[in-house]
């Protein structure tokens, strides 16, 4: 299994795991496994690969998971992420107000059926933060000290997954387009514990 930032050809194999996963395509049996409320399309994928914030897993080159993360400005073509950013003047996280300038938008981010429950998440997550973390001085991440993100409250799987494993917070509550979603942030500094994948 690798973890590694996506390049133009992972394209494919993300947009067909997104498909597989994505909460309008699935049955509500499904639906309790996980699964992913944001589509993108090919040049939205695109444009976060040029950016550096894309990332997969592959496991015998298949793309057996992606995460994807970039700045508010890049998600703002997405309604619910502006309604994030309202919310932030009442938000703190760690004693830190949260900024568009201080933070980044984390996610959607799906694993392989197959796969959940591994270390995928973890590795694929520690990937992630760690770009951000050591990106170039040039590099507007270079000002990021946390990730937000936004899970759906008909998702327990993905909470569960987010603040046991990888130590997210659980920092806001609310609602939007008839749905209820948890908001949650982390730090770019901080790490998560990777326990070694049994052979």
């Known amino acids: 299994m690798i973890t590694r930032k996506a390049v133009d050809s992972d394209i494919s194999g993300i947009l067909k795991l997104q498909s597989l996963n ?6 509500e049996a499904e639906k309790a496994t996980g699964f992913v409320t944001t589509p993108f399309q090919k040049p939205q994928i ?14 015998e080159d298949i793309v057996a998971g992606y995460a994807l993360a970039g700045s508010w400005d890049f998600f703002s073509q997405w309604p619910i992420f502006p309604y994030m950013v309202s919310r932030f003047p009442q938000l703190e996280f760690q004693g830190s107000k949260i900024t568009v300038e201080n ?15 591994s270390n995928a998440l973890p590795l694929l ?3 992630m933060r760690s770009s951000f973390r050591e990106a170039a001085p040039t ?7 946390m990730g937000v993100t936004f899970i759906n409250k008909k998702n327990p799987r993905s909470l569960a997954a987010h603040t046991r494993k990888l130590q997210l ?31």
């Open 22 to 27: 994505l909460y309008t395509n699935l049955s």
């Open 139 to 145: 590099s507007c991440a270079s000002r990021y000290q």
């Open 125 to 127: 997550f520690e990937t």
């Open 103 to 117: 933070s980044f938008q984390y996610g959607p981010v799906c694993i392989d059926r197959t796969w959940r429950g």
């Open 46 to 59: 695109e444009a976060l690969i040029a950016q550096a914030g894309a990332f997969v897993v592959e496991r």
């Open 169 to 199: 917070e659980v920092i806001d509550e609310f609602e939007f387009n008839g749905s209820s979603f948890h908001g949650l942030a982390f730090s770019t500094t901080a790490s998560v514990q990777i326990l070694p994948m049994a052979k």
